[in-house]
């Protein structure tokens, strides 16, 4: 599951994520269909902290709520996944990661990471944190027999390929 997923489709159909939006940071958020813009948000919030604090004090809980009843959803099926992934960039930020059994991050050499960060903190201490950590500076190969071995074990399955 992916926040970024989440956020698009509350965007696009939660009438109060809209309202909110819209009373906070107006009307010139809005794309041509009427819905919340990610782009128009993200010009208006990156260059106002206070902006981008609402934003996300908006769209973390309801993120969470959605991300956790697809996690139950899947443990209640008659033969539950044994690994379910969920996507979230700003884990240790929102104070979520007791919420997961295991923490993956994928990260970047660290120029590339400067030019990504757009002012947000340095990812080292997210690979501290974490339980398995890879440096992308790989091949598409490479980062692929990664995922295998972690996701061996977490199944406690031997690695395939």
């Not at 509350?10 to 794309?31: C, M, S």
């Not at 128009?40 to 769209?59: H, P, S, T, Y």
């Amino acid at each position: 599951m992916s926040s970024d997923e989440i956020v698009h489709h509350l965007l696009a159909t939660d009438p109060d994520v809209k309202q909110a939006l819209v009373e906070r940071l107006g009307e010139e958020i809005l794309g041509d269909d009427g819905n919340p813009d990610r782009e128009r948000i993200g010009l208006r919030v990156f260059k106002d902290r206070d902006a981008l604090d609402f934003l996300e004090q908006l769209l973390h809980p309801l993120v969470s709520r959605e991300y956790m009843a697809w996690r139950e959803q899947l443990g209640a099926l008659p033969e539950p996944p044994a690994v379910c992934v969920t996507e979230v960039p700003l884990l240790y930020e929102v104070g979520a990661e007791e919420r997961f059994d295991k923490v993956v991050v994928i990260t970047a050499p660290s120029k590339l990471r400067e030019a990504r960060r757009g002012g947000r903190k340095d990812d080292r201490e997210k690979v501290k944190r974490a339980d398995f950590a890879y440096v992308n500076t790989g091949t598409p190969d490479e980062l692929d027999a990664w995922v295998v071995g972690v996701m061996a074990t977490l199944t406690g399955a031997a690695p395939t390929r």
